[in-house]
């Protein structure tokens, strides 16, 4: 993605990721079929968030590059009286997502399943936006968030890809508008050159101030936290992550 504030372009934001990977075997693709349109949110017309679970929320979460939904799905399984966005382009990770909250696994047999539930004890708190999260800023209204979840974002390390990174002004506009005052922008990065790229990033930005009050701070994970698929691959890579927290001024 390059830096463009045209119409044009925020009408149609080029996606430089994978949408699709492996074929999503018949468990998942039911999954999609039949669960997902439960759960999507669309981003034609503007979204009340109030009116989108049968029950109301004391917060709003948004998780963007949800990944394989393991994160996702902690956080809204330990929260029940949260309500959690999850936007993710990637169909085998939303079918991963959909499968955590169902229990509905690849070689069950879906001929059999009249009703598709949620696991027993979770609550109906997930909405989900399976397309580029960019797409989707225009329908939300602004300070609705708590807190914005960002994990482990695609690092674009090669100085000419730089402006495909999703950290970038544009973009931080738009996570500083749904924030409340006082929220938390949460992202985490195991890539030296995107670390470097986020703290500079922030530096410039007069929306957000880090909380970090010394490198443990960022450097170990919050207390609350749950491991992501990435974050996982990077630790057995060699690679060190680093959690950076920022808040709403
Ligand atoms: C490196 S993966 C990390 C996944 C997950 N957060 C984790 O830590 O395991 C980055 C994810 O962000 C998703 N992504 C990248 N840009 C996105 C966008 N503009 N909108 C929605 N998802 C996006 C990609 O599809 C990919 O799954």
Not at 44 to 65: M, P, R
Not at 128 to 137: A, E, K, N, S, W
Not at 184 to 195: C, G, R
Request: net charge positive; aromatic share 12%; proline share 4%.
């Amino acid at each position: 993605m390059t830096i463009n504030n045209s119409e044009e372009f925020r009408d149609k934001p080029k996606f430089f990721g994978r949408r699709k990977g492996r074929t999503i075997r018949k468990a998942k693709s039911f999954l999609i079929e039949n669960f997902l349109p439960r759960l999507r949110l669309s981003s034609a017309e503007k979204i009340d968030l109030d009116k989108c679970f049968a029950e109301s929320k004391e917060k709003y979460c948004l998780e963007i590059g949800f990944g394989d939904g393991e994160h996702l799905a902690a956080l809204a399984m330990t929260q029940p009286q949260n309500g959690f966005v999850g936007v993710e382009v990637y169909k085998n990770g939303v079918a991963n997502l959909l499968s955590i909250l169902t229990g509905i696994k690849e070689g069950d047999d879906c001929g059999e399943v009249d009703e598709i539930h949620l696991v027993s004890g979770r609550k109906d708190n997930v909405r989900v936006f399976d397309d580029d999260v960019r797409l989707l800023f225009a329908a939300l209204p602004s300070g609705v968030f708590d807190k914005i979840y960002l994990l482990f974002p695609d690092p674009w390390p090669k100085k000419k890809h730089a402006g495909r990174r999703f950290v970038n002004p544009d973009n931080l506009r738009e996570l500083s508008r749904l924030l409340k005052r006082g929220g938390i922008l949460q992202i985490a990065t195991d890539h030296q050159v995107y670390k470097r790229w986020v703290m500079e990033q922030m530096r410039n930005n007069k929306d957000f101030c880090w909380t970090a009050k010394c490198s443990d701070d960022w450097r170990n994970p919050p207390a609350d936290w749950f491991e992501t698929k990435y974050q996982r691959k990077a630790i057995r890579e060699g690679r060190k992550p680093v959690f950076f927290e920022y808040k709403r001024v």
